[in-house]
């Protein structure tokens, strides 16, 4: 099992920056890729970015140039940098951890981000 705790989020004005933060513990040695999820309401959860263990990342196209996805490996746990946010970017965002099989999926409560205009 592999647990997750998200930080960060808030109240930012349009243009702003917020940083996210989630750690994993648990079973951590079989979690591959970690990234964040978000959804917004009356919509579908979307992937944000994800990160590998090697430190490959993908990013969705709304979001690239504007925000940055690191990962700590010995800290398991990884950062969102939110740069020039917009009002769009308001969600609940989740923190997801993959293992290396793929199954289960981990999730955390989710934190919401609300970018005002």
């Known amino acids: 099992q592999v647990q997750l705790v998200e930080s960060g989020g808030g109240l930012v004005q349009a243009g702003g920056s917020l940083r996210l933060s989630c750690a994993a513990s648990?079973?951590?040695?079989?979690?591959?890729?970690m990234g964040w999820y978000r959804q917004a309401p009356g919509k579908q959860r979307e992937l944000v970015a994800r990160?590998?263990?090697?430190?490959?990342?993908n990013y969705a196209d709304s979001v690239k140039g504007r925000f940055t996805l690191s990962r700590d490996n010995a800290k398991n746990t990884v950062y969102l940098q939110m740069n020039s946010l917009k009002p769009e970017d308001t969600a609940v965002y989740y923190c997801?951890?993959?293992?290396?099989?793929?199954?289960?999926?981990?999730w955390g409560q989710g934190t919401q981000v609300t970018v005002s205009s």
């Open positions: 990160i590998t263990r090697d430190g490959i990342t």
């Open positions: 648990g079973s951590t040695v079989s979690i591959n890729a």
């Open positions: 997801n951890a993959l293992p290396y099989t793929r199954i289960p999926a981990y």
